[in-house]
């Protein structure tokens, strides 16, 4: 394994799931009620927590990791790979009860994927296990980001936390579900790509106008900053009444599996690092454009180095 580039990024915590995804290759999505026959099989380590975990530290980022996972060979699995890659794993928890989660995904010749998520473990994170020595750590961080594949009262709870110390907070709200109001009070950035946009404002994300109709209406539902992410197109970035497109590279796609997680564990790094917003979105846009490329979640992390790589002399 490639190792990563240790820099002296600020701590980053992310908060959220951990999942072991069984994947198929085949032409196509099947309908419902129809069975097709795959070109073929592999389990990587996943969930959206867990692969943004993985991507801020190939990126450099000093990364506190808080997840709960089964008490089996999947949970086991995982944590000793995360502490492969540099995590700070000693919160992930186990949970004696539930099994850990896992993904079932389909992924067709264009790339494109379907993903049906069994929560286990992940759905027993809940607030009574953020304890004094687990707030102790997320006070030395500088941003905490989440996701949707947790309980939402967990994700109030580590969100009200973190704003009232200071610590930025990034929601990628993915899977989408209602968004409590108060839970973009304490946001810092929103990322839904345009099928959340869709489903949070029911404005159907269809290009550039559409895209920026429906990130003024979530602005208007009391995010300070939303970065719309638009797959090939880009990113939509929108702050203080401004909106950016930040395009990003042409590339042929494999697998758009991790890709939303892999922007978004790209985007912190890049802010604590000092770069401004539209820089930070260009950094992850190349980032999750090299992940694209690659089959599996994990497996197509790039590392810093090959963003880098790309990055420089492109602005």
Do not use: W
Not at 40 to 49: A, I, L, S
Not at 50 to 55: G, H, P, R, S
Not at 91 to 107: H, K, N, Q, W, Y
């Amino acid at each position: 394994m490639q190792k990563k580039q240790h820099t002296n990024f600020p701590r980053i915590a992310v908060v959220g799931s951990t999942n072991m995804d069984m994947v198929v290759n085949a032409e196509r999505i099947p309908v419902p009620g129809e069975t097709i026959l795959a070109h073929h099989f592999f389990m990587n380590p996943g969930g959206k927590g867990a692969n943004q975990a993985v991507t801020v530290a190939r990126l450099g980022g000093a990364t506190l990791f808080i997840s709960k996972v089964g008490n089996d060979v999947f949970g086991r699995q995982s944590s000793q790979l995360f502490h492969e890659e540099g995590i700070d794993t000693r919160f992930m928890l186990s949970d004696d009860i539930l099994p850990s989660g896992v993904a079932l995904i389909t992924v067709d010749q264009k790339g494109e994927n379907s993903i049906v998520v069994s929560q286990g473990a992940n759905n027993a994170l809940l607030p009574e296990d953020f304890t004094g020595a687990i707030l102790k750590e997320l006070e030395k961080c500088t941003m905490v980001l989440m996701q949707f594949e947790i309980p939402m009262e967990t994700i109030l709870h580590v969100a009200r936390y973190a704003a009232s110390k200071n610590i930025k907070v990034v929601i990628n709200p993915a899977p989408v579900q209602t968004i409590p109001p108060q839970l973009l009070k304490y946001t810092h950035i929103l990322t839904p790509n345009e099928t959340e946009a869709e489903l949070l404002t029911g404005i159907k994300v269809k290009n550039l106008d559409t895209a920026k109709k429906a990130a003024k209406a979530i602005l208007e539902m009391g995010a300070s900053v939303v970065i719309v992410t638009l797959g090939a197109q880009g990113a939509l970035v929108c702050e203080q009444g401004k909106m950016t497109l930040v395009p990003t590279e042409a590339v042929q796609a494999v697998d758009t599996t991790a890709a939303g997680d892999v922007f978004n564990g790209a985007l912190v790094v890049g802010l604590s690092n000092g770069m401004q917003l539209p820089e930070a979105t260009r950094f992850a846009c190349r980032a999750a454009a090299i992940s694209v490329t690659r089959e599996g979640a994990q497996s197509s992390i790039p590392y810093y180095n090959e963003v880098i790589a790309h990055f420089v002399g492109k602005e």
